[in-house]
């Protein structure tokens, strides 16, 4: 049985599926615009979802962390561009 617990994305509190994916949480909840690219300021959204290309590099609990390999967890703080 998967277990509801709070997030905080873009400090508007959620409810979200213990450990999902954060990027899989983002994307059912209509997040696909993660972070702009350094350089260009480009839209970055998810690619891989592996972990291997670092397009889904977000702040989470205030560390940039892959949306794609990291877990959701009671009173995560997700921060978007």
Known sequence: MNKSVKITINN??????KGR?????LFTK???HLRN???FKNR???FCMIGSCQ????LINEKKMLACTTKIEEGMK???C
């Open 12 to 17: 508007k509190v959620y409810e979200a599926t």
């Open 55 to 58: 397009e889904c590099l977000i």
């Open 37 to 39: 690219s350094p350089k």
């Open 21 to 25: 994916s954060v990027a899989l949480e």
């Open 30 to 32: 209509n997040f696909y």
């Open 44 to 46: 970055r959204g998810f």
């Open 78 to 80: 997700i921060e978007l």
